[in-house]
């Protein structure tokens, strides 16, 4: 089986803007807020559909219903939805104040755990990140704030640098500062508990639902910094968890095939600078693209300039 590159699913959103047309080179709606590109998912609602090839037209769903232990590898429990949603980000505007429920109180709020990372592709000078709250800060503190509606100074906050990957656990209370381009990938969840949205309107002119009461039940509260991890030399582990794990790479151009072996996982290859060719399939996997690795097939990639991956594996 080939790799697999999906079309992407656009989503409107109040923070968003162009650059993925302007830097990614898509073709999105002209003149709307364009937040989010999902490259690829398996939800009820949200289905990537296969783009060219022995495959094009089928969802990813219909695809795993078919040849589930082909793409997933022999423990593959038939009718588990992919575990793991890739979107990229286009934060023209700062993003809510957020969380997501870790797995402990997630079932008792009806929602999802997610756990995540950010590659920041790019960012605008003095761009942020807000992650967790500062030092010293109880839990206590953080709802007297937010009964105050003075939660901003307890935010703790970092400049961006492109390059910059980030790994944010369930419970993380954070949020993404306008100027910033990231890839994000994540467990397959959906669900946001929003606590602070900077006393703006969303795109119908209507205040957005905010969840205190959930926030509360899921924040961890954690005194030590979220750092970011960088790509050193040609390879480096940037994420190392239950869920995932993400490596990135730098390749040269004109130089032995990076060999991805078929039977130990399956993968996903994202593309953040340069472009790739899969010498067995010959594939092309350019800036942007994610595409996926089955676990029945090896890939050999190429790169004819400077090119930097990423690979999830392990989930």
């Known amino acids: 089986m080939n790799p697999l590159i999906f079309n992407p699913i656009y989503k409107e959103r109040v923070w968003g803007g162009q650059k993925l047309a302007t830097r990614l080179g898509r073709t999105i709606p002209n003149h709307r807020p364009i937040g989010e590109s999902w490259e690829i998912v398996d939800r009820e609602d949200d289905q990537s559909v296969v783009v060219h090839g022995t495959h094009q037209g089928k ?45 402990s109180v997630a079932a008792s709020l009806k929602g999802e755990p997610k756990t995540e990372n950010w590659y920041i592709l790019e960012n605008e000078p003095q761009a942020q990140l807000y992650l967790g709250l500062v030092p010293n800060t109880s839990k206590d503190d953080f709802s ?16 961006t640098q492109a390059g910059d990957s980030y790994f944010i656990e369930s419970g993380t209370l954070h949020a993404i500062g306008g100027g910033n381009l990231i890839l994000e990938i994540q467990q397959n969840s959906d669900t946001t508990y929003r606590v602070h949205d900077w006393n703006r309107l969303g795109l119908d002119g209507q205040p957005r639902q905010l969840h205190p009461e959930e926030t509360v039940k899921s924040l961890i509260v ?8 960088r790509i050193e ?24 095939p990076l060999v991805l072996p078929a039977q130990e996982s399956p993968r996903l ?12 399939s010959q594939q092309r996997i350019q800036l942007g693209d994610t595409a996926l690795q089955p ?4 890939m050999q990639l190429v790169a004819d300039q400077p090119s930097t991956l990423l690979i999830t594996d392990r989930f």
């Not at 704030?145 to 703790?156: G, V």
């Not at 954690?222 to 991890?229: F, R």
């Not at 290859?269 to 067995?280: K, N, P, S």
Request: aromatic letters at 6%; proline letters at 8%.
């Open 222 to 229: 954690n005194d030590l910094p979220i750092l970011p991890a």
């Open 144 to 159: 007297t704030a937010l009964e105050n509606n003075q939660i901003e100074p307890l935010l703790a906050h970092t400049e």
């Open 59 to 103: 969802t990813l769903k219909q695809l795993l219903e078919s040849y589930g232990a082909e793409i997933m590898g022999p423990s593959y429990q038939t009718g588990a939805p992919f575990p793991i949603l890739v979107k990229w980000l286009d934060c023209k505007d700062t993003l809510s104040v957020q969380v997501h429920p870790p797995k």
């Open 295 to 298: 676990y029945c097939s090896e």
């Open 269 to 280: 290859i994202h593309v953040t600078q340069g472009q790739v060719t899969d010498t067995l």
């Open 233 to 256: 030399a040609s390879q480096t582990i940037l994420a190392d968890c239950p869920h995932f794990r993400i490596t990135g790479l730098h390749l040269d151009g004109h130089r032995e």
